[in-house]
């Protein structure tokens, strides 16, 4: 009589690092234990067999012989070890112990899904938003880093242009830059020249007084206004100490023309040491000065 077949038993793991769950045929996971890896989280480890997955062992079946009472002389098999249908073949047939441990990647036909699980080989989400994640944010940065490089390649040079008046009348020096990219910027009295300055102190009655004299000379081929003169007394330092304006007589200057202009500053500071004249952008008051 042959005896009944043990129905096979299917092992439950799960990746201890996503908790992804699968079968595993009876026999695959040995007492010495197997090298697994997850195909989703690709975690790797060393799964062993519990306690209550031990396969049942059927019972080596007996029979008398006829001679006596003897009992079969047939081979018996292994205890502990899955019984076989005629012609089968063991589930861990293909495992043989003195094979190396093998790969994770052959184990991946014994995994047996189980229904209403996400694929075994479906790419780790955390990865998958992590890494978008990253990815967001740099096309983000990207975006901001873009937008300033033409703020400032833009806005800032045309605000330059515009203000170019602005910003030549407080920092003269500019004046060649702009002159150099076709961007004239006209200056007060540009074509007229103060020369022959001269600087005395004298006292007229019982008040101290700074005289100033010199000329202004028309240097272009078109007739120039005649801009209000600013002298400035300063001190060793060059800091102003005082400051008045002067209107010369002559409202306009002809080419090639040349006025002279005597004004005088009363009291002068007793640290004065140097004085400036300057065109101002200061309004005429009148056609004659004092």
């Given at each position: 009589m042959r005896p009944?077949?043990?129905?096979?038993?299917?092992?439950?793991?799960?990746?201890?690092?996503?908790?992804?769950?699968?079968?595993?045929?009876?026999?695959?996971?040995?007492?010495?234990g197997r090298k697994l890896r997850c195909s989703r989280c690709e975690h790797q480890w060393t799964?062993?067999?519990?306690?209550?997955?031990?396969?049942?062992?059927?019972?080596?079946?007996?029979?008398e012989a006829l001679n006596g009472g003897e009992p079969d002389a047939a081979p018996s098999q292994e205890a502990g070890s899955p019984a076989l249908e005629e012609g089968g073949e063991r589930p861990d047939a293909h495992l043989e112990e003195n094979q190396d441990p093998p790969t994770f990647d052959t184990l991946d036909g014994d995994i047996v899904e189980d229904d209403g699980l996400e694929p075994f080989d479906a790419p780790p989400i955390g990865r998958r938003l992590l890494l978008g994640s990253a990815t967001q944010r740099l096309r983000q940065s990207s975006i901001i880093t873009i937008a300033a490089l033409l703020l400032f390649m833009i806005v800032i040079p045309l605000g330059l242009v515009f203000s170019r008046a602005s910003l030549v009348s407080v920092m003269p020096g500019f004046s060649p830059v702009f002159d150099a990219i076709g961007l004239h910027v006209p200056v007060t009295g540009e074509h007229l020249v103060i020369q022959n300055v001269g600087v005395c102190r004298k006292v007229e009655g019982e008040v101290e007084v700074m005289l100033i004299k010199g000329e202004i000379h028309n240097d272009s081929d078109t007739m120039q206004p005649m801009p209000v003169l600013r002298g400035t007394i300063e001190d060793a330092n060059g800091n102003p100490l005082q400051s008045a304006p002067y209107t010369v007589e002559a409202a306009i200057l002809v080419p090639g023309d040349t006025v002279e202009f005597r004004y005088q500053i009363p009291r002068p500071n007793p640290l004065a040491a140097q004085v400036t004249i300057t065109f101002s952008d200061d309004q005429r008051q009148s056609d004659f000065g004092y």
């Open positions: 009944n077949a043990t129905m096979a038993v299917v092992m439950r793991i799960e990746c201890p690092e996503c908790s992804m769950a699968f079968n595993v045929p009876d026999g695959a996971i040995k007492a010495k799964q062993y067999p519990t306690l209550t997955d031990q396969k049942p062992q059927k019972k080596k079946p007996q029979t």
